[in-house]
């Protein structure tokens, strides 16, 4: 006869660097003490007096039983406990557009949110790279002569200069059907009305913004009479000559968490810096993050409520394991958000400390971010969400 068994919550944070892992089983009515729980190869076994469920791991993950240690209960968690993990091969992560963009290749660009496109031009005859944001602070230092840099770096013609988050090209480029130039306080207050009807974003009235025509959204902005600016969390870029590297329209906000968690990852890697303040283009800080580590699996049970897994007699074998887990490759960061003044010391701190990296991104775009922060950091074990002053938060890269 079929029963049901309350849906165990897993948890599962894997590093890859040392193939280790920290795993959380939660959930359990306090009506199963005879509860037993056998970690398998690729399974987790869950077994009552009457009852046993299998949830299968992700294909390429495998724990290995005699590792595990530091088991220990904590209330509102579950079980936690340390192990070591194999996997067969990690993932290999695809590049954000800063990191793939080529010279004499096709492109198209579209707005990541209708998929209009907003370039003539599908090919660039140079793609440059711009120096870091803070480069012209430090001339001074370089010259003792006048400043020969005092001249704007500025695309030409078939010219993209890349940013850390945002692309330059000259306005020649621009389908001039699909975008066009807005004020900055009108667009950014009828966009937020219509996405929230609470967040009216100021932001100075001389930086023009660039919408798109059919969806209205905020795609970037005017530098100058012949330069625009796109972020690259507006627009998505897909290759036509290498499939590989093509990114589908998808939902907004996981959109915006991988392109996040790339260039947290590639600045890391490329600056050897791990602490970055998240800004709008209104000149704000939004949120503080810090990169712990960017080679994390993060294995997890499928989010929902109300799915409840078919128990079998102990007698009776089952068919086939009840697959529930799902991997992703993230990123994990600590974050203070800075809304309305909340931790201004730390944030007067950071900006001041030239080991900060500033990353600048569309005012609607931080706040987009700083919800997907928070449900990140919701949908830990509670234990695991917060470490010292800072809330805990993992940002997908796939």
């Not at 469920?53 to 240690?69: A, E, K, Q, T, Y």
């Not at 290999?92 to 031009?121: D, M, N, W």
């Not at 001339?139 to 400043?147: G, I, L, S």
């Amino acid at each position: 006869m079929e029963t049901k068994l309350t849906q165990p919550r897993v948890f599962l944070e894997i590093r890859n660097s040392t193939q280790s892992g920290h795993l959380v089983l939660g959930n359990f009515p306090e009506n199963y003490s005879d509860l037993q729980i056998t970690l398998g190869l690729s399974t987790i076994h869950l077994r009552t007096a009457e009852k046993c469920v299998n949830l299968d791991w992700p294909v390429g993950v495998r724990i290995v039983p005699p590792s595990c240690r530091s088991l220990q209960y904590i209330t509102g968690d579950g079980l936690h406990m340390r192990l070591q993990v194999q996997i067969d091969r990690p993932a290999e992560l695809v590049p954000t557009v800063i990191g793939t963009l080529e010279a004499q290749a096709r492109y198209v660009f579209r707005c990541q949110t209708c998929g209009q496109s907003v370039l003539k031009k599908e090919m660039f005859q140079r793609v440059l790279p711009l120096p870091n944001g803070n480069w012209n602070d430090l001339v001074e230092h370089w010259c003792c002569h006048p400043d020969p840099f005092a001249k704007k770096l500025q695309p030409k013609l078939d010219d993209c200069l890349l940013g850390d988050t945002f692309l330059l090209v000259n306005v020649a480029s621009i389908d001039e059907t699909a975008v066009r130039e807005e004020k900055a306080d009108q667009s950014e207050v009828r966009q937020n009305a219509d996405d929230t009807g609470t967040h009216l974003v100021q932001m100075p009235k001389e930086n023009n913004v660039i919408v798109c025509t059919r969806c209205r959204k905020v795609l970037g902005n005017v530098t100058s009479s012949d330069t625009i600016t796109f972020y690259v969390t507006e627009v998505l870029v897909q290759s036509l000559t290498n499939k590989a590297l093509k990114r589908q329209i998808c939902k907004r906000s996981l959109f915006v968490e991988t392109v996040v968690a790339g260039r947290l990852m590639e600045l890391s890697s490329a600056q050897s810096t791990f602490r970055f303040c998240i800004q709008g283009h209104d000149g704000k800080t939004y949120v503080l993050l810090w990169l712990l580590n960017s080679d994390t699996l993060l294995v997890r049970s499928h989010n929902d409520p109300n799915r409840d897994f078919v128990a079998v007699d102990k007698d009776t074998r089952p068919e086939s394991s009840i697959k529930l887990c799902e991997a992703n490759s993230a990123v994990k960061v600590l974050y203070q958000p800075c809304l309305k003044g909340r931790n201004k010391i730390v944030q007067e701190k950071w900006e001041k400390n030239i080991g900060v990296h500033c990353m600048t991104l569309p005012a609607n775009t931080c706040l987009e971010l700083l919800l997907i922060l928070a449900s990140s950091t919701a949908s830990l074990p509670p234990s695991l969400q917060s470490m010292n002053s800072f809330k805990v938060a993992f940002l997908k890269l796939d």
